[in-house]
């Protein structure tokens, strides 16, 4: 457990490094915790170090852990999700950071509305496209944020990415520059319904470079947790 605290300390560390190489205030960065197979009393002890936001993979565990973690915390979707785990999901999370498609998009609309909800969602994007990840094309992102910013239950907060994995996180900068200029292309764009907040970009082995180069959000699984078992 302490090793979660120390490795939280030397994160805001290395952020503070890179916000102010990018001038910016480190606290414009938000930390999603990713907390794949990471048991609650662990969840617990970050949570209990500041971290505000959690990232689940998969419905199905984060239908587990929600209710054990205490706190003022959010829960965000960050894996592909299915569109027969939509209702479930729409139930569960504060943010949906992975739809990739329309289609994925009306059904979190249908399943928000039942609710009475306005789900907020990021827009993911096949930075490197890998055909091994889901996402959009990035051509192609655009025109389907206007489509789905005409539904009623859904908001767009901006995007997300994954890059292709290097050894040297270096070789990654690109696909990040990328992105950021995607993202201001679409704020530029000022479509209705769509507040382009976010750009959740890097992980543990990259989210410095990603910082330079414009996220606003990372995803940190091992950087925080250690090892996956």
Not at 136 to 153: D, G, N
């Amino acid at each position: 457990m302490e090793a979660v605290r120390q490795n939280i300390e030397k994160l805001r560390l290395k952020i503070e490094d890179a916000a102010q190489k990018s001038g910016r205030s480190p606290e414009d960065i938000q930390i999603v915790a990713v907390t794949k197979t990471v048991q609650p009393e662990t969840i617990q002890v970050a949570v209990d170090c500041g971290i505000k936001i959690l990232g689940e993979n998969r419905v199905q565990e984060a239908q587990k852990k929600v209710g054990l973690v205490k706190g003022d915390v959010s829960w965000h979707m960050i894996g592909h999700l299915q569109k027969n785990k939509v209702k479930y999901a729409v139930k569960l999370f504060s943010m949906i950071q992975s739809v990739d498609s329309y289609e994925l998009a009306v059904e979190i609309d249908k399943r928000a509305g039942m609710l009475g909800k306005v789900m907020d969602v990021l827009i993911q994007v096949n930075i490197g496209r890998e055909k091994t990840k889901f996402g959009a094309e990035y051509e192609e992102t655009p025109e389907l944020i206007k489509r789905i910013s005409t539904l009623e239950h859904v908001r767009i907060k901006g995007l997300m990415a994954i890059a292709p994995f290097r050894e040297d996180p270096e070789d990654v900068r690109p696909f990040f520059r990328k992105m950021r200029e995607l993202f201001l292309e679409i704020k530029s764009k000022n479509i209705e319904n769509v507040d382009m907040s976010f750009l959740s970009m890097g992980m543990t082995h990259d989210y410095h470079i990603a910082i330079e180069e414009g996220a606003n959000m990372i995803r940190i699984g091992t950087g925080i947790f250690g090892p996956r078992l």
